[in-house]
């Protein structure tokens, strides 16, 4: 499992990759620009704090931003002093008293640490008890669907391979791992705790040729839950 404790920095940069910007980031905002104004907002992980500030930007009333890493939390609070940072396992979030419910709650790379189909059933229940019950589950994910792993993404600062079910991103400083949940079960899962699952085409906000070999094989999954 990847200790986030350690690359806390590094992994803060690399959200700066072109990537990043125009892809995930596009697609989360254009989905949510119209929804997120005036409503409670959890964003877990919420890594360094990027996509908490983003929120608020965006009009949400109230953003609260979790993560396991207590150096990432760390950075996330360094970063924006406004917010509420808290260190916390998704398997554990009933622990936190005064919580509450959210309107929307955003996993931008939450569920492809879970190693066990238990672990991820814990960490979708946790998610479900905090959202209101006409409220929106925003995933960003490894893409479970995925099944040919020999796409060369190195243009876009990354590789990706996958070798018994363990998924490796490397970046240029450090390696990401990820862990190959069935896509039966992973949408199975889903199923048992909402009434709608809904996977996004991913949206491209500049320079689309450059990202066709992106779309071509894509490397990460868009979905909501209701």
């Not at 990820?178 to 491209?204: D, R, V, W």
Request: charged share 25%; hydrophobic share 35%.
């Amino acid at each position: 499992m990847t200790d986030y404790n350690n690359i806390s920095t590094e992994y803060d940069k690399c959200k700066q990759d072109a990537w990043r910007i125009d892809i995930e980031k596009y697609s989360i905002t254009e989905y949510l620009k119209d929804k997120i104004k005036g409503k409670r907002v959890l964003d877990i992980p919420c890594g360094s704090g990027v996509y908490t500030d983003l929120f608020s930007e965006m009009g949400a009333k109230e953003v609260v931003g979790i993560d396991i890493s207590l150096e990432m939390v760390k950075l996330a609070k360094s970063n924006y002093e406004n917010y509420n940072f808290i260190v916390c396992d998704a398997e554990k979030l009933d622990q936190i008293t005064d919580l509450g419910k959210f309107d929307i709650i955003t996993c931008i790379f939450l569920f492809n640490y879970a190693q066990t189909d238990t672990q991820l059933d814990n960490m979708v229940r946790n998610i479900k008890n905090h959202l209101k019950e006409d409220g929106i589950l925003l995933i960003f994910n490894d893409n479970i669907l995925q099944t040919d792993y020999t796409t060369d993404y190195s243009r876009y600062n990354f590789t990706k391979t996958c070798n018994d079910n363990i998924i490796t991103y490397t970046f240029s400083d450090f390696d990401v791992i990820n862990y190959k949940t069935s896509a039966s079960i992973f949408f199975k899962t889903f199923q048992k705790y909402f009434k709608e699952t809904t996977i996004h085409i991913l949206q491209t906000k500049q320079n689309k040729e450059f990202y066709d070999l992106f779309h071509s094989n894509q490397p990460f999954l868009f979905l909501t839950c209701k």
